[in-house]
């Protein structure tokens, strides 16, 4: 018996039914595509794997010639002994040429030695350390063991480098005070006081709060000019806050234009 299940049988079957078409929605195409493209071409380098498109050929008459890829050797040149004047050396000492003869000196070699050796000051044996049952020996001077740089004239006391950094910033601090009270005088500017400064100082390291928190949500990857941008325009917002913060906290004294 055959186990083939059919559908039920209905006149509504013989009706025609018009094929149901199925439409997809429009394809996505981002916006920023064609700058995308733009930006991807540029940092492509032409030619940087598969070499150039055509390669000139030589020329036929220009062949390979035997040998010539060898390593040549430099060009002979006269060869020369270093004489001025002479390509040979001089000649050998004839027979009858005789070397100076009768030159005595009456040094005492023997006494003189003598003598230096009784006036000579004895050496010092360098200091050395053995660091090994073998009797391995190393200068003691630059080992550490040694009390070396505690003894110099300046140990302890402040660089002059730094004692003319600090005499700079005290002068300019003055002459800015200076500056500062004569604009009081004469009525131009007022000095700003302490609990609004700390106010001030406050809400600038909010701000700059804020902006980190922004600034860490950032993704790691800015491969959009939007992303780069927003980057650059928070990078540039937190600098600006640095150089005030560090204005308020150095200056003490600030004065502001009286109105």
């Avoid at 000649?91 to 003189?112: E, I, L």
């Avoid at 073998?134 to 009390?147: A, I, P, R, T, Y």
């Avoid at 004692?163 to 004469?186: D, L």
Wanted: hydrophobic letters at 25%; proline letters at 7%.
């Amino acid at each position: 018996m055959s186990k083939t299940i059919y559908p039920l049988e209905s006149t509504y079957n013989l009706i025609s039914r018009e094929e149901e078409k199925i439409y997809k929605p429009p394809r996505y195409i981002s916006r920023f595509r064609e700058q995308v493209k733009h930006e991807k071409q540029l940092n492509k380098a032409s030619r940087k794997t598969m070499g150039p498109l055509k390669v000139h050929v030589p020329s036929p008459d220009k062949y390979l010639l035997k040998h010539s890829k060898e390593p040549r050797l430099p060009e002979k040149k006269p060869f020369s002994y270093g004489y001025e004047g002479h390509s040979k050396k001089p000649p050998v000492p004839a027979r009858t040429d005789h070397p100076p003869m009768g030159v005595h000196t009456k040094k005492n070699f023997v006494k003189s030695n003598a003598i230096e050796n009784i006036m000579a000051v004895s050496r010092k044996p360098q200091p050395a350390y053995i660091d090994t049952r073998n009797g391995d020996k190393h200068l003691l001077e630059n080992s550490g063991l040694v009390s070396k740089y505690i003894k110099k004239k300046d140990y302890g006391q402040t660089p002059e480098y730094l004692q003319q950094r600090r005499e700079e910033t005290r002068r300019e601090q003055e002459e800015y005070n200076n500056c500062v009270k004569e604009r009081m005088k004469q009525g131009a500017m007022k000095q700003l006081p302490e609990e609004e400064r700390q106010q001030i100082l406050q809400g600038l390291k909010k701000n700059w709060d804020e902006l980190y928190h922004q600034f860490q949500k950032l993704p790691l990857v800015t491969d959009t000019a939007s992303k780069r941008n927003r980057k650059e325009h928070l990078e540039m917002k937190m600098k600006q806050l640095e150089k005030e913060i560090e204005m308020m906290e150095r200056y003490k004294i600030i004065c502001i234009a009286n109105n």
